[in-house]
T-cell receptor
Framework: EADIYQTPRYLVIGTGKKITLECSQTMGHDKMYWYQQDPGMELHLIHYSYGVNSTEKGDLSSESTVSRIRTEHFPLTLESARPSHTSQYLC?????????FGQGTRLTVV | DQQVKQNSPSLSVQEGRISILNCDYTNSMFDYFLWYKKYPAEGPTFLISISSIKDKNEDGRFTVFLNKSAKHLSLHIVPSQPGDSAVYFCAASARDFGNEKLTFGTGTRLTIIP
């Protein structure tokens, strides 16, 4: 069983608010990823990190930012939430080719 | 440009029969392929994988076939069980400057009919 956790699981928030989605893993993996998924769509890579102090933007442009100050922690921040940010956000860590996913955060911006 | 495609958004199969989920890819640099299973409100979980040097990998009821010349892979589940009802994502990986990234398809929703 994978040890990767995301909080909160569900979040409804007003437009303009700043939010941080938390992701933590206890497996010591260097590689961590954030994916965004809309219903019926593929998982889009929005951010990734290959280790502490390493962050890169993914294939899908996102207004969110990430940080990687500790190996186990990879939070995602939206400075000013908008309805277009409504989606499911999935965090994963990677060992070899296999990704372990958290349970996801379903974000709704009203 | 979608590099990993799952052209069937949904599939219904009778319990006990074989389920076949298909996936096509366009990037010749992909060298590892994976299938993930996703239940609603949960993150995807790893199911089975195959390296590009193989054409088949089997794990219990699950078998993945890879046809490199056709850039096609498929997941066979036999016999299908009600608990197999979920969304299945195909994913592919290519070395990117020495680091792996996974590219996912859009998923196929499998429904097993009791």
């Amino acid at each position: 069983e994978a040890d990767i956790y995301q909080t909160p699981r569900y979040l409804v928030i007003g437009t303009g608010k700043k939010i941080t989605l938390e992701c933590s893993q206890t497996m010591g993996h260097d590689k961590m990823y954030w994916y965004q998924q809309d219903p019926g769509m593929e998982l889009h890579l929005i951010h990734y990190s290959y280790g502490v102090n390493s962050t890169e933007k993914g294939d899908l442009s996102s207004e969110s930012t990430v940080s990687r100050i500790r190996t186990e922690h990879f939070p995602l921040t939206l400075e000013s939430a908008r309805p277009s940010h409504t989606s499911q956000y999935l965090c994963a860590s990677l060992t070899g080719f296999e990704a372990f996913f958290g349970q996801g955060t379903r974000l709704t911006v009203v | 440009d979608q590099q990993v495609k799952q052209n069937s958004p949904s599939l219904s199969v009778q319990e006990g029969r074989i389920s076949i989920l298909n996936c096509d890819y366009t990037n010749s640099m992909f060298d590892y392929f994976l299938w993930y299973k996703k239940y609603p409100a949960e993150g995807p979980t790893f199911l089975i994988s195959i390296s590009s040097i193989k054409d088949k990998n089997e794990d219990g009821r699950f078998t993945v076939f890879l046809n490199k010349s056709a850039k096609h892979l498929s997941l066979h589940i036999v016999p299908s069980q009600p608990g197999d009802s979920a969304v299945y994502f195909c994913a592919a990986s290519a070395r990117d400057f020495g680091n792996e990234k996974l590219t996912f398809g859009t998923g196929t929703r499998l429904t097993i009919i009791p």
